[in-house]
């Protein structure tokens, strides 16, 4: 019997499994490659990650980084890449470092550097998630981490000023978008009908760019112009995390709603059949009640019946 796993992550919002790029790239793959996790959202009432999420927790083993994860369910013969080849295997590693070069700085200064989008959302939507008084602490600590690692990829020459920085950053995202778009194409999945590891990356990156209500939506305007890759995510919540494409599910898809939805649908058969069970018997044959015949008593006060002449 193969080990529990429990995947520890952030929450979601405005129709999103999870607002959070990594722990949205993983909840993917799992959901893809039929990997059977039990979905953790951090709230006030779970312990404050330490680390980097998503983690994944295996009876002693955890693991932190989508890479990682992905590898070690891999292992665990959850592998949504089987039937690719070698050159397919190779795109995807060369699609997933273009979407961390070029996509991902774009992705964390919307979320987290942008000000007017950080104040207005970012920082309230996690603070609301983790208990005080880290939550007056985290969020500012996730936000200079976020532009220490844009600056270490972009910030060198010929880029100096941030300003100078952001400008080329939105360039290389809009570039990045164009190309994946054109890659997709008409088709459902980047490798044909059945979605892999680089569907579960891009997922992972572009949901929240076209999912999430910021106030400066210039990314998020670029993306709705490339209709197949605005499908693409909708088609994926809709089928995988059975969310509508106006987000009006709820969020997430924890362990408690998966349970109440399946009591739901256990009650509405059961209230089928019992409907079914209600229509035969009206259009079956009625009979008249059979009247109940008087017994009488025989000589010696025995009675006179058929059960008396089968008893010895």
């Known amino acids: 019997m193969a080990a529990p796993m429990e995947l520890s992550c952030w929450g979601g919002d405005w129709g999103l499994p999870s607002v959070h790029p990594e722990s949205l790239t993983v909840m993917a793959y799992a959901k893809f490659s039929g990997a059977p996790l039990t979905v953790n959202t951090i709230n006030k009432s779970w312990r404050t990650p330490k680390g980097d999420l998503p983690v994944l927790v295996s009876e002693d083993i955890v693991i932190s980084q989508p890479a990682k994860i992905l590898n070690f369910l891999r292992k665990q013969k959850y592998n949504a890449d089987y039937d690719l080849s070698a050159k397919q295997g190779a795109d995807t590693l060369a699609y997933i470092a273009l979407l961390e070069e070029k996509l991902l700085p774009a992705l964390l200064h919307t979320f987290w550097i942008e000000a007017e989008n950080y104040c207005s959302v970012t920082k309230p939507w996690f603070a609301s998630r983790i208990a005080f008084p880290l939550s007056l602490y985290l969020p500012g600590k996730m936000s200079r981490e976020a532009l220490n690692r844009i600056l270490l990829t972009k910030g060198g020459p010929p880029l100096y000023s941030l300003t100078e920085v952001e400008a080329q950053i939105y360039r290389d995202a809009k570039e990045c978008l164009n190309l994946l778009s054109k890659r997709l194409g008409t088709s459902q999945f980047f490798f044909g009908d059945t979605p892999t590891t680089l569907d579960a990356f891009v997922f992972g990156f572009l949901a929240p760019i076209y999912k999430v209500c910021f106030p400066r939506v210039h990314l998020q305007e670029h993306l709705k112009q490339l209709p197949n890759l605005c499908r693409f995510c909708d088609d994926i919540l809709t089928c995988y995390f059975r969310l509508t494409v106006s987000g009006h599910s709820p969020a997430g898809q924890?362990?408690?709603?998966?349970?109440?939805?399946?009591?739901?649908?256990?009650?509405?058969?059961?209230?089928?059949?019992?409907?079914?069970?209600?229509?035969?018997?009206?259009?079956?044959?009625?009979?008249?009640p059979r009247k109940l015949t008087t017994l009488k008593l025989a000589a010696g006060g025995e009675e006179s019946s058929p059960m008396s002449r089968l008893s010895p």
Request: glycine share 0%; proline share 6%.
């Open 254 to 288: 924890d362990t408690a709603d998966a349970n109440l939805q399946k009591l739901t649908q256990l009650v509405n058969k059961e209230s089928n059949l019992i409907e079914k069970m209600d229509d035969n018997l009206r259009k079956s044959p009625q009979h008249p």
